[in-house]
């Protein structure tokens, strides 16, 4: 009996330490990870592990530095990669948004739409589309206002909801002067 115990006490000791550690890259820290990510993925070109968390890291620094660099990084790992669209697409759009003429607006709304059709459950690409329709054309209300009751409908931050809120009941006051002027 003595020596069944020791050999369970052994067993148990033994069969744990033999496995091999698991190597997660998701466990390195991201800055870290990207500074190997190039002579890492030379090594282990294969690796899905290792694409997904470089693709993971990558996505969660440019998230929180707003360092576009990184999303079109991401998109030499993985060309469809639907966050990294969305992102590109919503910054191009407001660069053309902030032109002041009218074919800068057009390019804006051509830009939040794509970055819709990459996420089609965010709202902020439909404030903006709302944004650029107002600012082609003030008097062109109903565009603009169709785009802020679709980016009502889905997710936005409650900071971007109340923008909403505030600038489509700006235009609606607009909209209710500039109708009773031409009665």
């Known amino acids: 009996m003595k020596s069944l115990i020791y050999f369970l006490l052994i067993f148990a000791i033994v069969i744990p330490s033999c496995t091999p550690p698991k190597n997660r ?3 390195i820290p ?6 190997k990510s190039d002579s890492l993925l030379k090594a282990f070109p294969q690796n899905s592990e290792l694409i997904n968390s470089i693709i993971e890291a990558r996505l969660k620094i440019a998230h929180n530095n707003g360092d576009l660099s990184h ?3 991401v998109l030499k790992l993985e060309p ?9 697409f ?3 759009g407001k660069k053309h948004h902030e032109k002041e ?10 830009s939040f739409s794509k970055a819709s059709a990459m996420i089609d459950t965010l709202g902020e690409p439909h404030y ?3 944004k650029s329709y107002e600012k082609k054309d003030a008097m062109d209300f109903e565009l603009a206002l169709e785009a802020y009751d679709k980016s009502l409908e889905l997710y936005l931050s409650d900071k971007l909801r109340t ?4 600038k489509r009941k700006a235009l609606i006051k607009r909209k209710n002067t500039y109708e009773e002027f031409w009665k």
Do not use: P, T
């Open 71 to 73: 999303y079109f990084e």
């Open 90 to 92: 919503m910054d191009e």
């Open 30 to 35: 991201a800055e870290f990870l990207l500074s």
């Open 25 to 27: 890259f998701d466990e």
């Open 128 to 130: 903006w589309i709302g």
């Open 80 to 88: 469809n990669n639907q966050i990294a669209k969305y992102y590109i």
């Open 163 to 166: 923008q909403v809120i505030k």
């Open 101 to 110: 003429f009218k074919n800068g607006q057009w390019e804006a709304i051509q």
